[in-house]
């Protein structure tokens, strides 16, 4: 039997499929295994590389495969995409996957450690919390709507719920679903706040986070999801390309020699690039009181584009900026900020 050298693993919740290859890419055999199964199998196994698609799951598993002297790799799944053979099945993914990781110029993705999933996990977990909290208030509104009372959306004032519905003339039943209901958004309240100061802690055991927080514009909750979801900034060759990770450089189709441009591409994780957006609409705001390089680069943007298209520049360069500081290990620098003419 030839030496096996390239394992593809098409993953799944209870089962895998492998498809191993030799070093001529030749198939030498292929084999379904359990969950049970997998561990136990690359343990006995002879040191190769294994590739998979970066999916649930696939960060564990890298580790635990390099954990047992395999070099484990990820590939994106829009790259392995094209390399699917006529009918699709989850032999025929496995072996796509081996042919994208042969590719000399495939780009792979690197494996997050513990904390950075984490973090990772903390970040969905409180945007969950936090969409249920406003669909609540929402729903506050609503029904007091039906009934017209109307009141601000402010924090300050649902705190005072209780006093408004005790002067106003509402069926019983009807205050006890509101009441229910204000509970429900107190203990959604409380676990975002709770939550918070679990990622402030993180932050406090992270030696990027002060270097983050030192950028305009970036926040505990950016911070921390900066330094989740980036990684080793060593899978990014310069800045521009950690930020066409997360989808803030422009799209584009071109053909013919002719260069044609469109929009953000808006690739990568959504919840990352929406904050950096909203950061680059704060530095936006005190604009005018900045008088470093970066605050009259915006003024003299804002004279010549849509302040939704400087929000999306500078966002951009946010992200540029965290790399830089990620990559040297320095603290935020204005003096050394680069702009194009």
């Known amino acids: 039997m030839n030496e096996v050298t390239l394992i593809g693993i098409d993953l799944g919740k209870h089962v895998f499929h492998l498809h191993a290859q030799d070093a ?3 198939e030498v055999f292929r084999k379904r295994l359990s969950r049970l199964q997998l561990l136990p199998f690359f343990s006995n196994l002879k040191a190769v590389t ?3 698609e970066a999916c649930a799951g696939s960060h564990w598993l890298a580790r635990k495969l390099n954990q047992m002297g395999h070099v484990a790799k990820l590939v994106s799944p829009q790259y392995v995409r094209p390399f699917v053979k006529s009918n699709k099945n989850d032999y025929i993914d496995a072996e796509a996957i081996c042919e994208a990781a042969c590719r000399p110029t495939m780009r792979f993705v690197e494996p997050r450690t513990e904390a950075q999933q984490l973090l990772a996990a903390l970040h969905r977990t409180r945007e969950g919390l936090v969409t249920e909290r406003t669909a609540t208030i ?8 039906e009934f017209g009372i109307v009141i601000p959306l402010a924090k300050a004032m649902l705190r005072r719920l209780p006093e408004v519905l005790a002067v106003h003339d509402l069926p019983p039943r009807l205050t006890r679903i509101i009441e229910r209901l204000y509970e429900h958004y107190r203990y959604l309240d409380q676990q975002v706040t709770d939550i918070e100061r679990d990622l ?13 927080l030192s950028i305009p514009g970036i926040g505990m909750i950016t911070a921390s999801l900066l330094a989740a979801e980036v990684g080793s900034v060593a899978q990014f060759a310069g800045g521009r390309n950690f930020a066409a990770s997360i989808g803030l450089v422009p799209r584009q189709h071109s053909t013919g020699g002719h260069s044609t441009l469109c929009g953000i591409s808006k690739r990568g994780d959504r919840h990352l690039r929406y ?9 936006m705001h005190r604009a005018t009181q900045r008088t470093d390089r970066l605050g009259e680069w915006i003024r003299s943007m804002l004279t010549r584009r849509h302040p939704n298209v400087v929000a999306c520049a500078v966002a951009n360069k946010l992200a540029r900026i965290a790399w830089a500081v990620l990559t040297k290990h320095t603290a935020y620098d204005a003096s050394r900020l680069k702009f194009a003419d």
Do not use: S
């Not at 929402?138 to 709507?145: A, F, K, S, T």
């Open 50 to 52: 294994v590739v998979m």
């Open 138 to 145: 929402n729903r506050i509104h609503g029904i007091l709507l």
């Open 200 to 212: 402030t802690t993180q932050l406090r055991e992270d030696e990027n986070a002060a270097r983050l």
């Open 275 to 283: 904050l950096l957006v909203q950061c680059a609409h704060a530095v």
């Open 24 to 26: 001529k890419g030749h």
